[in-house]
């Protein structure tokens, strides 16, 4: 399988659930991303990892937790989400950080819903 | 600060026609400009970039792209429009004097091409 996968691709889950989006990326890249899409709003950047070390934080809220156990994959744990969480869940990967004006490889992404 | 805008929510163009997207940014060093283009229950996919060189870019599915500096424009264009091209686009910028790998996405521009 090549490019950016994510899994799963569709996900519900109640407020006091707990769960995990997984992507993985067969680039060799050694950066990996998550963002958030949400109607009518520009993409918002949550995590960035450079290999495997968390190099941004947007501001996340805790309930969101990402992992990079290796530079080809990165987790995204969630817990106690709220209703304004819901949103379509991207993750990205590039050669390198964005430094060297690297582009980005998107996933398909995680349409996450919140009840 | 770095920011981008998309001033359109959509374009409408006849197909064979050319079609322009417009970008607009402010950064405080010499940005790095992006293209993406997400397609109905995907990813985003990328277009073209600017890091630096000549302005006039060229990228995938025949899409250029002009850096003007003076305008702080990076407009997106394709002499002859096809129905394919019917998805979202997605300016991006980035300022490499900011020791930040953060991405900044405009809202997005539907375009939206007729047989």
């Known amino acids: 399988e090549t490019g950016v996968t994510q899994t799963p691709r569709h996900l519900v889950m109640g407020m006091t659930n707990k769960k995990s989006l997984k992507c993985e990326q067969h680039?060799?890249?050694?950066?990996m991303y998550w963002y958030k899409q949400s109607a009518k709003k520009p993409l918002e950047l949550m995590f960035v990892?450079?290999?495997?070390?968390?190099?941004e934080n947007n501001s996340v809220p805790s309930r969101f937790s990402p992992e990079c156990p290796n530079s080809s994959h990165l987790f995204l744990h969630l817990h106690t989400l709220q209703p304004e969480d819901s949103a379509l869940y991207l993750c990205?990967?590039?050669?390198?950080?964005?430094?060297?004006?690297?582009?980005?490889?998107f996933g398909p992404g995680t349409r996450l819903t919140v009840l | 600060a770095q920011s981008v805008a998309q001033p359109e929510d959509q374009v409408n163009v006849a197909e064979g026609n050319p079609l322009t997207v417009k970008c607009t940014y402010s950064?405080?060093?010499?940005?790095?400009l992006f293209w993406y283009v997400q397609y109905p229950n995907r990813g985003l996919q990328f277009l073209l970039k600017?890091?630096?060189?000549?302005?006039l870019v060229k990228g995938s599915y025949g899409f250029e792209a002009e850096f003007n500096k003076s305008q702080t424009s990076f407009h997106l264009k394709k002499p002859s429009a096809l129905v394919s091209d019917s998805a979202l686009y997605f300016c991006?910028?980035?300022?490499?004097?900011?020791?930040?790998?953060?991405?900044?996405f405009g809202t997005g521009t539907r375009l939206q091409v007729f047989p």
């Open positions: 990205a990967s590039s050669q390198m950080g964005l430094a060297g004006g690297d582009e980005q490889f």
């Open positions: 680039l060799g890249h050694n950066a």
């Open positions: 990892y450079n290999f495997k070390e968390q190099t």
């Open positions: 950064v405080s060093g010499n940005p790095y």
């Open positions: 600017y890091i630096t060189g000549d302005n």
């Open positions: 991006a910028v980035r300022d490499p004097s900011y020791n930040t790998d953060k991405l900044i």
